[in-house]
């Protein structure tokens, strides 16, 4: 499959599968554009998805909000901390090179079950 036709599996099967909200995080969520969202997905699909799809190395699950409850509650900023800087299992920008923060943040939103 192309990056962005598995990117449209992804969240076909993601969307059908979440049925709970994720909690809120301690910092309200800056907005983000569609066009950065956009871009930020098709780099999730060539990186970000090798792991958070299946688990690897314990890395939370995309559309399971449970396995992401505790990250959320130290808020999002921890969380792109945590992504750009490495943390546990997860090194450095996630294997993106090419992501900017927004990038990143889309795909934490999205990965965590928000918008």
Known sequence: MTGMRLFAFFVGVLTAASCTDAPETKSPPLPISQAATDAAM??????????????????????????????L??????????????YNNMP?????????????RAMIRFMAGGS
């Not at 098709?42 to 909000?65: F, I, Q, T």
């Not at 450095?92 to 990143?104: N, T, W």
């Open 42 to 71: 098709e780099k999730w699909s060539r990186s970000c998805v090798l792991c958070h799809v299946a688990g690897e190395g314990s890395a939370p699950r995309v559309g399971h909000p449970e396995e992401w409850a505790e990250r």
């Open 92 to 104: 450095p920008l996630g294997y993106c090179m090419a992501c900017e923060e927004d990038d990143f």
């Open 73 to 86: 509650e130290q808020g999002e900023d921890v969380l792109l901390a945590h992504t750009v800087e490495g």
